[in-house]
């Protein structure tokens, strides 16, 4: 991949990744589902078998899908977008971030 | 010991691997030391920055398939305990600690690209504290929760 198209690329992967992956905890989007207890994987959303039921690495995954098609129809783009787009990565990451502060606050106060 | 434990293990010396590399390389654009630098703390943020990030990539993402690895275990074993001591916090602190690894991994393509052009010096610096800042914080919330299960536990 050429850099101006590995630029476009990893700048919209940042930018959606983070937005992608809050959805997906927020609605449980899992592309599957580990059963630590009895080491099973399932396909999308299942309940716990036999113990707690992890969706972290489907999370993973179905942002990453996301993120990995929005940033390959960027490499598409002109160059111009990318330079505009391009301060706002950590800007987006840290809003992420701060969110999730917002959503698990339960945790530490009551 | 344990599988889960020996990979425990190497998951955080490799966590300590990077959170050494990325703190020098964070020291390094926050505050730029003058050449030669003389005293220690110069010295620690005097290297050449972008020399490290390669290796920041790569350690990010070992130390993070490594947690993901010993992650079910904790699951398990660890949360459970946790949650039975009513240790709110450090549960939450826990939950915190995956979400930014998660947003950090997203990162990790525009750091390396950041790194490697000669422009976006103030997305470079603000991503790579922001880097800094998610290994440790889940280095320390990794290290405390470690220790209220116990080694080995």
Request: proline share 3%.
């Amino acid at each position: 991949m050429a850099p101006a198209r590995f630029a476009a690329f990893a700048i919209t992967f940042a930018l959606v990744y983070p937005i992608a992956y809050f959805i997906c905890v927020e609605n449980n989007f899992a592309l599957f589902t580990y059963h630590p207890a009895i080491n099973e994987w399932n396909v999308g959303v299942q309940k716990g078998r036999d113990g707690p039921a992890m969706y972290w690495y489907g999370w993973l995954a179905t942002s990453g899908i996301v993120a990995l098609a929005a940033a390959l129809l960027a490499t598409l783009l002109p160059d111009a977008w990318t330079r505009r787009a391009s301060s706002a990565t950590w800007i987006v990451a840290l809003g992420v971030m701060l969110a999730f502060c917002y959503l698990l606050r339960g945790f530490f106060v009551r | 010991m344990n599988s889960t434990t020996a990979l425990l293990i190497l998951h955080g010396l490799c966590a300590v691997a990077l959170l050494g590399a990325i703190t020098h390389q964070a020291a390094s654009v926050l505050l730029p030391a003058r050449r030669p630098a003389g005293s220690f703390a110069g010295r620690f943020r005097a290297v050449p920055a972008a020399s490290y990030a390669n290796a920041i990539v790569l350690l990010y993402i070992v130390t993070g398939i490594l947690g993901a690895i010993v992650y079910a275990e904790y699951r398990i074993s660890v949360r459970t305990v946790i949650e039975q001591l009513e240790q709110r916090a450090a549960n939450g602190s826990f939950e915190l600690k995956e979400h930014f690894a998660a947003i950090g991994l997203g990162l990790l393509p525009v750091y390396w690209h950041y790194w490697r052009a000669i422009e976006h010096s103030r997305a470079r610096t603000a991503v790579t504290v922001l880097l800094a800042f998610i290994v440790w914080w889940s280095f320390l919330v990794g290290h405390v929760v470690n220790n209220i299960r116990g080694f080995g536990g």
